[in-house]
């Protein structure tokens, strides 16, 4: 049977693996047929028909894969990430002399009112309440930083990762199949 790997990246290859094959052997083959120009990931999934290929010992005529040679059969290639970001700790805005030490004259501590800035490094700007906090990194913002882009954060390419998974999968699904005529 003959199958044709697509990569997120747009690249393609082919792979020829026995009829009777399971999910495994059709990634060892992927993994091996690979080009030198093209990087696959350690940890990768297989995706056929907007389905996950799992388990690894099932075979990949019960996913609906034939070795017919009318139909050409495309699985697409991409890196398996969790799917939560390794949280990170926030960059620390820069710090504020404390001042809840005990008022010597009076004998009462005074309790200092922090004040919400935004933890990108050079900005002293009061962070946004809602919009302004990165579920990536777990920093507060302000309308400036906001967006992943402005501040730099470290779970952009995550972010760009799964948009372009979910985006793949949706037009995989949708994929309509013409008659040849």
């Known amino acids: 049977m003959k199958v044709t790997i697509r990569l997120s990246t747009e690249h393609r290859y082919s792979v020829s693996i026995p009829d009777n094959s399971t999910v495994e052997d059709l990634r060892n083959g992927a993994r091996v047929a690979c080009p030198s120009d093209v990087v696959v990931p350690e940890d990768f999934k297989l995706i056929y028909n907007g389905a996950k290929l799992t388990p690894l010992d ?24 969790s799917d939560t970001p390794h949280a990170t700790t926030p960059r620390s805005s820069p710090s504020l002399p404390a001042s ?30 809602m919009v302004g906090n990165c579920s990536h990194c777990q920093g507060k913002f302000c309308a400036k930083h906001r967006l992943l882009e ?29 008659s040849k005529v």
């Open 58 to 81: 099932q075979t990949l005529e019960s996913f609906g894969m034939s070795p017919n040679d009318e139909e050409e059969i495309q699985v697409i290639l991409m890196s398996d990430g």
């Open 150 to 178: 402005d501040h730099f954060c470290q779970g952009l390419q995550y972010c760009k990762d799964n948009a372009h998974e979910r985006n793949a999968m949706k037009l995989e699904s949708e994929r309509t199949i013409t």
């Open 100 to 129: 809840n030490g005990q008022n010597a004259a009076s004998g009462v501590s005074k309790k200092s009112k922090k004040k919400n800035r935004c933890s990108f490094k050079s900005c002293s700007s009061a962070a946004l309440r």
